[in-house]
């Protein structure tokens, strides 16, 4: 993994995003014009190259229900 494993899943999240916008993936996965959110573009890309390199979730279902339980509510 290219990230500890200690991180919250913002964190993760923004290293992601940091590391494909300068790779061979980038156009997998990209930040809207205005900064605010990201957009997935190539979900299979995604899924098989972009997310196991920063979290154990594989399948989109997985990674979305996993993260989106993780993260406290405020």
Known sequence: SLTSI???????LYDMLEYVSKSEHSAAISWTHDGLAFVINQLDVFLEHVVPMFFNQTKFRSFVSYNLASEPCS
């Open 6 to 12: 200690h991180k919250h899943f913002p964190f993760r």
